[in-house]
């Protein structure tokens, strides 16, 4: 499953703006304010909205008015369209979902909610769901899409007016396309890495199975892989190995008074040296491979600046690290300030955000004809950002 493209209409700095062509890895740049966390908040809103309800995730950022786009009707509706492609019944579909949240007598209410595809190749899309305000359909027997003179059965469903259809639907496996999207979201990811809470929470309890948003249980995760999933192990040392100079071997080990500690056995010591010693680079890179390496992979993946505390040579290592989660199906999303990150980095795989009278605009490098030619001449795309030609990407 992978995001082709993103539409968001007054969220927040995103006025009405959109992101197509979107690669399994895409790496994002812009300057302070431009919009980066912003655009990685649209899956969190989603999630905030499916875990709890769109009064929630809308409360958790300072309510409707805070996070309706400035200059926006107070009755404009917030909104996004994801299109995003997915097999089903042995063909790859487009589908789209759609999402428009809007003030109902000053409550917060799901305005309408779609999720469309078309049923065979040509034809409109067909809604395989559509609720308006807390009503709408399903289709109860999306499985039968593909034989063409099947009637399909619309089954009338009331939600909570703030409630995602998805949420509920997307429970059963039957409803296809919803339960992949549900699915997507709850599991998608941001990482805001911290390399001294990394470091610091050596206390063995709290989440083993996901490396959190700081990277503060990075010590439980790499046992829990260390213990369970020792070929994971083995092959997140064997990429230390070839990513991080001098690096020869990783062991976690359980200190008798509960802490646990990394093992770092690094070339030119003989004995192992633990974690404190090991420079903030290689606790990071580490702490990245434990994310990309995890044994149930996030299906979506946003990364806020990687490139801090990691030596310019060590960014290629981590990009091709990236690509290579993108390669094995899952998708990321990369914002950086960084030349050197960007220099690792193919023009295809490059978006940039600029403000344009207070509000995000979204630009692709593969649209610039002067910066694919360049690209084409062997230029690298961190050298030509710095060159100032990413037009309007430098603050004003
Ligand atoms: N409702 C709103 N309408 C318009 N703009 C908004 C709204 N809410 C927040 N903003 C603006 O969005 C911007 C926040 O951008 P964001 O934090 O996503 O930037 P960033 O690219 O991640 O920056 P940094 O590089 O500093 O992390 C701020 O400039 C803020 O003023
Ligand atoms: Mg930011």
């Known amino acids: 499953m992978r995001i082709e493209s993103i539409r968001i209409c007054n969220f927040k700095g995103f006025q009405n703006t959109a992101m197509t062509d979107i690669p399994r890895f895409c790496v994002i740049v812009g300057a302070n304010g431009s919009g980066k966390s912003t655009l990685f908040d649209v899956f969190g809103f989603l999630k905030d909205c499916l875990t709890y309800n769109v009064r929630h995730a809308l409360q958790a950022r300072g309510g409707f008015k805070e996070v309706l786009s400035r200059g926006a009707n107070a009755d404009d509706c917030i909104s996004f369209e994801i299109k995003f492609r ?9 589908i789209t979902y759609l999402l428009e949240i809007g003030l109902d007598a000053r409550q917060p209410t799901v305005k309408r909610e779609v999720l469309r595809y078309k049923r065979g190749r040509y034809g409109s899309p067909y809604h395989f769901l559509d609720f308006e305000g807390g009503s709408g359909y399903a289709i109860i027997n999306e499985e039968d899409f593909d034989k063409q003179n099947e009637q399909l059965e619309r089954e009338q469903q009331n939600v909570g007016k703030d409630v995602l259809a998805i949420k509920g639907l997307g429970q059963f496996e039957r409803f ?17 890495f911290h390399i001294n809470l990394a470091r610091g929470s050596k206390e063995s309890i709290g989440d083993f199975e996901h490396l959190s948003v700081s990277g503060d249980n990075l010590q439980l995760v790499a046992r829990n892989i ?8 083995q092959q997140i040392v064997e990429a230390m190995k070839h ?17 646990l500690i990394l093992n770092f056995q690094d070339g030119s010591f003989r004995d192992p040296f633990i974690d404190r010693y090991v420079s903030d680079g290689t606790i990071k890179m580490f702490a ?7 044994p149930e992979p996030h299906p979506l993946l946003c990364i806020e600046e990687p490139e801090n505390q990691l030596y310019p040579t060590l960014l290629w290592e981590l990009a091709e690290e990236f690509r290579g989660y993108a390669e094995r199906g899952g998708q990321v999303f990369v914002s950086t300030h960084s030349p050197d990150f960007l220099n690792a980095v193919q023009v ?17 490098a593969s649209e610039d004809a002067q910066l694919v030619a360049f690209a084409d001449e062997g230029d690298q795309m961190g050298y030509l950002w710095k060159e100032g030609l990413f037009g309007g990407a430098d603050p004003q």
Request: proline share 3%.
């Open 288 to 294: 990245y491979l434990v994310l990309l390496y995890d």
């Open 86 to 94: 997915m097999e089903i019944a042995g063909i790859e579909r487009l």
């Open 348 to 364: 295809d795989e490059i978006y940039w955000l600029i403000k344009e009278q207070g509000c995000t605009q979204i630009r692709r």
């Open 176 to 192: 296809r396309a919803a339960s992949a999207f549900r699915q997507l979201i709850e599991n998608w990811h941001v990482s805001d």
């Open 243 to 259: 990513r991080v100079p001098g690096v020869r071997d990783v062991e976690p080990v359980l200190m008798q008074d509960g802490r």
């Open 226 to 233: 260390y213990e369970n999933y020792s070929e994971i192990f």
